[in-house]
């Protein structure tokens, strides 16, 4: 992905401080949101199925006071290692030379051979993260490696990234988003890591869920470690369930029942939306749910041509529509939410999120001032051909012009494997975990109540990264399509409604030039 588009990554800064952990959910998707009032992209968890009973029993009570635990956690945590962090303009982030020449007086000081690790994030607490980790690693390895993280800003990461690779100057590992994989291995950039990964017990495939399992690969061969990774499911607010004297929807549910929930959930005069239009998204936000109806996204297995024309992508964005405008379920540009409010001030009722979501919530309910309400997850809704949910994952990998493999992997296999993310998750709960072990999801969702972690964990596990949960795979000219899409999502779901059918048919053709010319 890339990531969240640099737009877009900028107009959530405004809005995200507390949903740091969206950079997994955005890294790698070049998406463009067009709807101002929308608070889609501020989410982060993916969980799994349970019965609208089960459900309703899962409800966490979200409080100041929840558990003691939740108390210990670490403040910081929140941020994602993978992808920029939410924060607000005035983080100041420590330039690049400055994190790399403190790392080097460390690694003089302690001795042993000096690895490097790129990254990225524009807040200060990403560098007291990787320097935690690091230390973590320098223990572990003392006297025969060292680590340097090296933290670059967001807006400047893969143009300096693709300089260092193409120059042969990369560091020795280094964060490859999800959108990238595919062009950046075809051209030989990244090292073939098959032979270590399959021999590791630290990198293991089987140690890892299996989306992330997928997102490793390309082409039958693996590129890297886990680095970040994140899926999509739905958070509801039960307490306006509740009000209304509504039952949670049941595992089976129908897009046509959200949209009737959306509409009973609404509630003007108390600036309450029913949901938030995932569907005005060019990228991760949409291709979900484009997928239950028309079962591709955008273009043909092949990238060879559009597909955006067909009735089902028409149905599936129309009913969007009608949701937000006719319905006024849903914000829009002309009936936007109002300032500093979303799903955790309990202004949505139902809201699509990644997999490390509930962090999120903790961190701004858990605030003095802030309102508790009672909160769960739940399945997409099922569309037409499907009821599937979108994954992504980034990597740890390893230039291809790399002048020692060996000790380089060293480092992507712990940093990106089981001994690595259990330092992540000691300095962090709000980074998506993508690892089986119990005791490390134990340990990851430690803030919240045993019994709702233990129900979470196992719904994110069984349900929705072994059943519903896909990886998704870019392809070369995913960019440029997403530019289209986000132009005619514009004209589908701006100030003025304009005709679906016309957007698409326009979109449909420009990506076909796009994809005749790679």
């Given at each position: 992905m890339a990531r969240c588009s640099r737009r877009v990554l900028l107009q959530l800064?405004?809005?995200?401080?507390?949903?740091?952990?969206?950079?997994?959910?955005?890294?790698?998707?070049?998406?463009?949101?067009?709807?101002?009032?929308?608070?889609?992209?501020?989410?982060?968890?993916?969980?799994?199925?349970?019965?609208?009973?089960?459900?309703?029993?899962?409800s966490t009570a979200v409080s100041s006071t929840t558990t003691a635990s939740a108390a210990s956690t670490l403040a910081a945590s929140s941020a994602s290692t993978s992808t920029p962090s939410a924060s607000s303009a005035a983080s100041a982030a420590p330039t690049a030379s400055a994190t790399s020449a403190a790392a080097t007086t460390s690694a003089v000081k302690q001795g042993g051979k000096t690895l490097?690790?790129?990254?990225?994030?524009d807040a200060a607490d990403v560098t007291q993260r990787y320097n935690a980790v690091a230390a973590k690693f320098n223990e572990q390895f003392a006297g025969k490696y060292q680590l340097e993280p090296i933290i670059n800003p967001f807006a400047t990461y893969i143009d300096k990234t693709l300089t260092m690779l193409s120059s042969g100057t990369a560091p020795d590992v280094l964060?490859?988003?999800?959108?990238?994989?595919?062009?950046?291995?075809?051209?030989?950039?990244?090292?073939?890591?098959?032979?270590?990964?399959?021999?590791?017990?630290?990198?293991?495939p089987d140690l890892y869920l299996k989306p992330m399992v997928d997102a490793m690969q390309y082409k039958g061969k693996f590129w890297g470690t886990a680095q970040d990774f994140n899926g999509q499911l739905l958070f509801l607010n039960t307490d306006l369930f509740k009000a209304k004297?509504?039952?949670?929807?049941?595992?089976?549910?129908?897009?046509?029942?959200?949209?009737?929930?959306?509409?009973?959930?609404?509630?003007?005069?108390?600036?309450v939306f029913g949901g938030t239009n995932d569907a005005n998204e060019a990228g991760w936000q949409q291709f979900c749910i484009i997928y239950n109806y028309a079962k591709h996204y955008w273009v043909?297995?092949?990238?060879?041509?559009?597909?955006?024309?067909?009735?089902?992508?028409?149905?599936?964005?129309?009913?969007?529509?009608?949701?937000?405008?006719?319905?006024?379920?849903?914000?829009?540009?002309?009936?936007?939410?109002?300032?500093?409010?979303?799903?955790?001030?309990g202004n949505v009722a139902m809201v699509l999120g990644w997999g490390n979501y509930p962090y999120s919530?903790?961190?701004?309910?858990?605030?003095?001032?802030?309102?508790?309400?009672?909160?769960?997850?739940?399945?997409?809704?099922?569309?037409?051909?499907?009821?599937?949910?979108?994954?992504?994952?980034?990597?740890?990998?390893?230039?291809q012009s790399n002048t020692h493999p060996d000790d380089a992997w060293v480092l992507a296999e712990w940093v990106g494997g089981l001994q690595g993310w259990k330092a992540w998750t000691a300095v962090g709960?709000?980074?998506?975990?993508?690892?089986?072990?119990?005791?490390?999801?134990?340990?990851?969702?430690?803030?919240?109540?045993?019994d709702q972690a233990t129900k979470f964990r196992d719904f994110m596990i069984n349900t929705i990264y072994q059943q519903l949960a896909v990886n998704f795979e870019y392809w070369p000219t995913y960019d440029q399509c997403?530019?289209?899409?986000?132009?005619?999502?514009?004209?589908?779901?701006?100030?003025?409604?304009?005709?679906?059918?016309?957007?698409?048919?326009?979109?449909?053709?420009?990506m076909n030039a796009i994809l005749a010319g790679a």
């Open positions: 800064a405004a809005t995200q401080a507390a949903a740091l952990g969206v950079l997994a959910a955005c890294g790698g998707s070049a998406g463009t949101s067009v709807t101002s009032g929308s608070v889609q992209a501020t989410l982060s968890t993916a969980a799994a199925t349970q019965t609208a009973a089960s459900s309703a029993a899962a490097t690790l790129s990254g990225y994030g964060n490859v988003w999800a959108q990238y994989k595919p062009s950046w291995a075809d051209k030989g950039l990244l090292l073939d890591l098959s032979g270590h990964i399959h021999s590791s017990t630290d990198a293991a004297g509504l039952d949670l929807p049941k595992d089976d549910w129908s897009y046509d029942d959200w949209r009737q929930l959306a509409k009973q959930l609404t509630d003007p005069t108390k600036h043909d297995d092949q990238a060879k041509k559009a597909l955006l024309s067909d009735q089902p992508t028409i149905d599936s964005l129309t009913l969007f529509q009608q949701a937000a405008y006719n319905d006024q379920s849903l914000p829009t540009p002309t009936n936007p939410m109002q300032p500093k409010t979303d799903f955790t001030t919530i903790y961190q701004v309910t858990s605030k003095p001032g802030a309102t508790p309400f009672n909160w769960t997850w739940h399945t997409l809704p099922k569309g037409p051909q499907a009821q599937q949910h979108f994954t992504q994952g980034h990597l740890w990998s390893i230039a709960k709000g980074q998506p975990l993508p690892m089986k072990d119990a005791a490390l999801w134990a340990e990851y969702l430690s803030f919240l109540p045993t997403s530019k289209v899409m986000g132009t005619a999502l514009g004209q589908i779901y701006g100030k003025t409604p304009g005709s679906v059918s016309s957007a698409m048919t326009n979109a449909t053709q420009q």
